[in-house]
């Protein structure tokens, strides 16, 4: 234990995390040892949800933190090939919950496949615990090692684990309350608290060990997450009244045959996280025959919830800019900061706590916001916030160039300028992903519910792939990173972003006529909606709201 008198910075931002995890446990160690089916109003079952799913996400983030920095550290590839494998990674990470939500929604029950993903996660984050060589300075020597194909093996596990909880935990939590329930709104607030609690404190305690202490011990300190958020979920069983179960009854080998298909998938994985190019061609054929099939449901349905679907197809085509921008926090300016950024005594990768510490902080202020704005009849549409998110992405490149002032590596960038570029992207996000996931669910129809959610993470797998190919380019032909070379490539794709939002502004008001929100509330008891599969921070942010929602 160094002595306190010797910490720096990094040490005390690791020890008030510690801090407040502890305090987190307790407040849910109260709300477990009440007798009560109920707390501040809620069902205990939500706080069972928010607690498994703060663990997976502090497990998930906090090994992200570390990824790109183990690869280039560690393994010993470039910052180039790096950016792509973290780019790959991600991408699958969102690709696997179509998967996932299409055998949920079928047959395995929102339940049975978060237990499934939870348990492959938990091996997962336990298999990148495991090392091999130490010492060895030769990349090819040391990507030689047998050991490496435990790391692949883990990242596989990771990916497919995530696909059949990601989407379905969410499901669940719609479920516990009616569609009219005033309580819903409030719900996805507090669960979406906890998603970035989870992730700013994981991003910090798995961050500081693993850089400060040893990789194997970072990781760990994820499968422990993960393994609680298991337990957590197992035993709150009960608090969740019935929910995400089969939609029919299951055989026992019906039931062995999906989580088969579950393995299966972890092989095919394996094989894709180690030949990147290969998913390339992989998002530009699946995409074609997943807008394919979208447009072939669409045209099956009346002129309004087709021309929702129309909707819905626009939004999810703006997800691959926004995000891959936005995702160039886990790879390029990660790199970034660590080779060019004054950083004192911090950790390169506490800074990835900085977007999860202001979602948490910005979160019920946007809420907020767009309430107060709707009961004003000025809030924007979802379009329209939409063009907003990508004005605000671009521009928090833009600052962060002018911020950086020249090219040259033996001048270092101000950590202020890292603090307003996370700013920025919060900002954004804030306007495009609760946005944008609650309009999904509002927009698709109920036996489409879990494919649209699908889709939508599917678009954000496209764009963690374009990360992966921007973080590429700022290796140059070299595979290193260059720092005047990224920041023209960063001064690029902001204006780019900036021109791409204005024609997104301009066609908002039409997209906004697709939505048909006036009419939205009318259909039979709502049976045709996919709310039970909602992620919002609020569903005001589909672009209506309880003061003007239609009854």
């Known amino acids: 234990m160094k002595d306190i008198a010797l910490w720096n910075e990094g040490d005390w931002i690791a020890a008030i995390g510690a801090v407040f995890l502890f305090a987190v446990l307790a407040i849910g160690g109260f709300i477990a ?26 497990s998930y983030y906090g090994m992200r933190a570390l ?109 516990l309350y009616k569609m009219t329930d005033t309580r819903r709104d409030a719900a996805y607030t507090i ?100 807008l394919g099939y979208t447009l072939y449901e669409a045209f099956k349905l009346p002129k309004e919830p087709r021309e929702r679907m129309f909707a819905i197809l626009f939004l999810i085509g703006l997800n691959p800019i926004f995000w891959g921008l936005f995702e160039q926090a886990g790879g390029s300016l990660s790199l970034y ?87 920025l992207h919060t900002t954004g996000e804030l306007c495009l992903s609760p946005v944008g996931l609650s309009a999904m669910t509002r927009l698709s129809p109920v036996h489409l519910g879990s494919f649209i959610m699908g889709a939508w993470f599917y678009m954000t797998a496209v764009g963690n792939f374009v990360a992966g190919k921007i973080g590429e380019a700022t290796g140059g032909e070299s595979g290193t990173m260059d720092k005047a070379l990224t920041l023209g490539i960063y001064n690029k794709i902001g204006w780019i972003t900036v021109g791409v939002a204005v024609v997104v502004l301009a066609l908002s008001p039409l997209v906004k006529r697709w939505m048909h929100l006036g009419t939205l509330g009318d259909r039979a008891g709502d049976h045709d909606l996919a709310g039970e599969a909602g992620l919002g921070l609020d569903a005001q942010e589909a672009g209506f709201h309880p003061g003007t929602r239609p009854h």
């Not at 109920?38 to 928010?50: D, K, N, T």
């Not at 992730?199 to 500081?208: E, S």
């Not at 107060?372 to 379009?383: F, I, M, Q, T």
């Open 33 to 58: 040892t009440r007798k009560s089916e109920e707390f501040v109003g809620h069902p205990r079952g939500l706080f069972v949800l928010f607690y498994a799913e703060m663990w997976e996400r502090f």
């Open 67 to 175: 990824l790109i920095l183990y690869l280039t550290k560690f393994w010993l590839f470039s910052d180039g090939p790096s950016n792509l494998i973290y780019g790959a990674y991600t991408s699958l990470v969102y690709i696997t919950p179509v998967l996932g939500g299409y055998l949920a929604d079928g047959w395995l029950g929102q339940r049975k496949a978060v237990l499934f993903g939870g348990i492959v996660l938990a091996l997962g984050h336990l298999f990148m615990a495991y090392e091999g060589m130490q010492g060895v300075a030769d990349p090819a020597v040391k990507q030689a090692d047998p050991a490496i194909n435990v790391f692949w093996f883990a990242l596989a596990l990771i990916i497919v684990g995530s696909g059949f909880l990601k989407a379905n935990i969410s499901v669940i939590v719609g479920q």
């Open 191 to 290: 669960f979406y608290m906890g998603v970035n609690t989870g992730a700013a404190l994981g991003t910090i305690l798995v961050g500081y060990l693993g850089e400060t202490i040893g990789w194997s011990w970072g990781f760990g300190l994820a499968g422990i997450g993960m393994v609680l958020g298991l337990i957590i979920f197992v035993v709150g069983k009960p608090a969740l009244r019935g929910r995400g179960e089969p939609p029919k009854p299951l055989t026992r080998n019906g039931e062995l045959s999906l989580y088969g298909t579950g393995a299966a998938a972890v092989v095919v994985i394996w094989f894709l996280i180690q030949y990147v190019n290969v998913i390339q061609n992989l998002l530009i054929v699946s995409g074609v025959a997943m």
């Open 337 to 423: 900061t660590d080779k060019f950024v004054d950083r004192g005594g911090v950790p390169t990768s506490l800074f990835q706590s900085i977007n999860p510490i202001y979602i948490v902080l910005f979160g019920p202020m946007f809420a907020a916001l767009w309430q107060y704005l709707g009961k004003k009849g000025w809030e924007p549409s979802a379009p329209a916030k939409f063009g907003l998110a990508l004005v605000q992405v671009g521009l928090g490149f833009l600052v962060f160039v002018w911020g950086a002032g020249t090219g040259d590596p033996a001048v270092m960038t101000s950590v202020l300028f890292v603090f307003l570029i996370y700013a």
